[in-house]
């Protein structure tokens, strides 16, 4: 018996039901097979056997490999140096660093032109015995000027610690959008931290900051120093070992002391670890010109950056190596991140 012409629109309505809750069964069922993705960029700097700077390479050029496995790279289309920076400035501030201080607080004009610009954002922080926020992420002109001008020396001599003070800054960069930089302006090894060089680096890879700096040897710098500049030591506690005398307002130059320095300088420091690990750079300086010649060295890199894309799958969480490399240049020195930490 066929049904009424008055019962087969109410018939008709609950097979669609049936059938769409049985799609929408299948589709609860297949939920957990769904692969998400997050987006790895790997800021890459190519320079050629002289030094400089390569331009004009295309996505296809790069060989970026992820666990070994090739993976499907994009080379970002946005003009170079366009994306917003979030810079944090870390600064050594233990007494020993006196001298290069002095250079230090004259380089604030330098940071949004040539780093920066005027979209982007920039912190300090301090470190010798402890670790002090001189400014939040500001695009003032001003406050960062003003930041760095304000940095003194604190009363601990010898303590400096770097690694803290840079998992602090890990901890601060996480609600950052754009691009993270970090530059350390500081001796080339850590003294005094509670954090290891693994948790820092950790925590550095972990937010996708890339690490600069612009190292010093505490006894070169002084050389150089005016004596108004030069750490005052008076009121630091006596060390068993050392002379009981006050130090000499002008001290004589302590050559052993100095080729000890530039030896342990050649060696693998806090520094040079953490700059190779996240595609960052190093740039020495002794006097205030070579400090500002740093900046400008470092601007220069940071904005001709090649910057690649590549899809990470969720489903592989934990630490991942990266490789990049350039197949057909073996003239040209490719420095890129080693690692990349997946959800």
């Not at 090894?189 to 060089?197: H, V």
């Not at 190093?282 to 001709?304: A, C, Q, R, T, Y």
């Amino acid at each position: 018996m066929m049904p009424s012409k008055g019962t087969l629109a109410p018939m008709l309505r609950r097979t669609i039901i049936c059938v769409l809750c049985g799609l929408a069964g299948i589709a609860a069922q297949n939920d957990p097979l769904r692969v998400q993705t997050q987006l790895v960029q790997v800021p890459v700097s190519v320079v050629d056997k002289n030094g400089r700077i390569v331009e004009g390479l295309r996505a296809q050029d790069f060989a970026v490999l992820a666990d070994g496995a090739r993976q499907e790279a994009t080379l970002d289309d946005f003009p170079i140096g366009s994306a917003p920076i979030s810079l944090v400035i870390a600064v050594q501030s233990s007494g020993i660093a006196s001298p290069a201080l002095a250079k230090i607080r004259r380089i604030g004009g330098l940071i949004q032109p040539l780093l920066t610009g005027p979209r982007g954002a920039v912190a300090v922080v301090t470190f010798d015995n402890r670790i002090n926020w001189l400014q939040d992420f500001t695009s003032d002109d001003g406050r960062i000027r003003s930041a760095l001008q304000s940095v003194e020396a604190g009363r601990s001599v010898q303590d400096a610690r770097m690694l803290d003070a840079i998992s602090s800054v890990a901890r601060h960069m996480q609600q950052r959008p754009g691009r993270k930089i970090l530059l350390l302006i500081s001796e080339s090894r850590d003294r005094g931290s509670e954090t290891t060089m693994q948790q820092a680096l950790e925590a550095v890879e972990r937010q996708d900051i890339e690490v600069f700096a612009a190292h010093y040897s505490a006894f070169a710098t002084s050389l150089s120093a005016k004596p108004k500049d030069l750490p005052d030591l008076s009121s630091e506690p006596e060390l068993p070992d050392e002379p009981t005398q006050k130090p000499n307002p002008s001290p004589s130059v302590n050559f052993t002391a100095i080729f000890t320095e530039f030896a342990r300088l050649h060696k693998t420091g806090s520094i040079r670890v953490l700059t190779h690990a996240t595609g960052g750079s190093d740039f020495p300086f002794l006097k205030e010109h070579g400090l500002e010649d740093s900046i400008e060295k470092l601007g220069i890199e940071v904005h001709s950056q090649y910057i690649l894309s590549f899809q990470h799958f969720k489903k592989t969480a934990g630490w991942h190596q990266i490789s990049v490399s350039l197949p057909g240049h073996s003239d040209f020195r490719v420095r890129a991140r080693t690692a990349y930490w997946g959800d």
